[in-house]
């Protein structure tokens, strides 16, 4: 939504004032379509030549989800917090091995059907899951496995951010394809110098058309995008953070209460539930 609502006021802002000043927008009505053509066509296909398969795919994955707000809130890490001490308080009261039907079978799991919302997130559930397999099993400790998190929250992290970097290269490269549309307009008008100077007035304006729509479209659209697909990649990085932090500190030892108030800590502050919320949200799901 906020997206959206950005894309408006910076059209409104630059052709509102271009408006104030006294432009004309016949010309840029007549220029812009063939400017347009000119660099978005060079940025796409430059696009598909720097970025292999992989990316390429992620990133129109990921574009849609840019136009929808975060799902990182603090409803969603209380569930995950409540999840994490539900799991721990019943290994630590039966054994690691009564969580073993759980881990395996987590779409069955009596415990994780408590947290839809976190069951239907595939990913974030196999991480849980992989990590709790190997504390039932027993044959790492806890230097070990949080070294083994580290490198999966770092190739995750570096995953997230290919689609952001694609994206602000694109950003990146606009401006210069706005510079090759305006010289194609300035070679157009050189061709014609035997024109009224008003007509080529009008064909130089066009062709300056282009390098406003490619500084346009770089700092006023596709830059923002990628900026903001970064943060959304922070935040899905912390949410495995969170799990890290929670089953660490119980591997040392720590009761369940305790270790999750160890992942509640490390969450971003706008983000973190209180001790009181995440106290109460447990024994509200307990009643």
């Known amino acids: 939504m ?33 400017e347009m053509l000119i660099i978005a066509g060079a940025a796409f296909g430059a696009f598909l030549v720097g970025n292999n398969q992989k ?19 603090k409803a969603r890490y209380m569930s995950l917090l409540a999840l994490l001490y539900d799991i721990l308080q019943k290994a630590r009261k039966e054994g690691l091995m009564s969580i073993e039907q759980d881990v395996d ?9 408590n947290y839809p919302e976190i069951q239907a997130d595939h990913h974030l559930v196999e991480f849980i899951t992989d990590y709790l397999r190997m504390m039932v ?15 999966e929250i770092e190739t ?7 689609p952001a970097g694609a994206i602000q290269k694109v950003g990146d490269g606009l401006p210069a394809f706005g510079i090759v ?13 035997n024109q009224p100077p008003a007509v080529l007035g009008g064909m130089i304006a066009g062709a300056l058309v282009g390098t406003f729509l490619g500084i346009l479209l770089s700092y006023g ?25 929670t089953l660490l500190a119980s591997m040392q030892g720590y009761a369940p209460a305790i270790a999750v108030e160890f992942g509640r800590k490390v969450l971003f502050s706008t983000e973190r539930p209180s001790f009181g919320e995440l106290e109460d949200a447990v024994k509200q799901r307990r009643a």
């Open 221 to 245: 659209f596709v830059s923002p995008l990628a900026g903001l697909l970064e943060q959304k990649g922070e935040e899905a990085t912390k949410e495995l953070v969170c799990v890290k932090t």
């Open 181 to 193: 549309a305006a010289v194609l307009g300035v070679v157009k008008t050189m061709a014609s110098v």
């Open 156 to 162: 995750h992290h570096q995953e997230l951010h290919a």
């Open 2 to 34: 906020f997206v959206i609502i950005g894309y408006i006021v910076v059209v409104l802002a630059v052709f509102g004032g271009y408006a104030i000043a006294g432009g004309h927008f016949g010309v840029l009505a007549k220029a812009a379509p063939i």
């Open 105 to 113: 079978a987590p779409q069955d799991s009596a415990l994780f059907a």
């Open 137 to 151: 099993s027993g044959n790492l400790n806890a230097h070990e496995i949080e070294s083994l998190m580290d490198s």
């Open 55 to 73: 990316v390429l795919k992620a990133t129109f994955a990921t574009i849609p989800t840019l136009f929808k707000g975060s799902r990182y809130t």
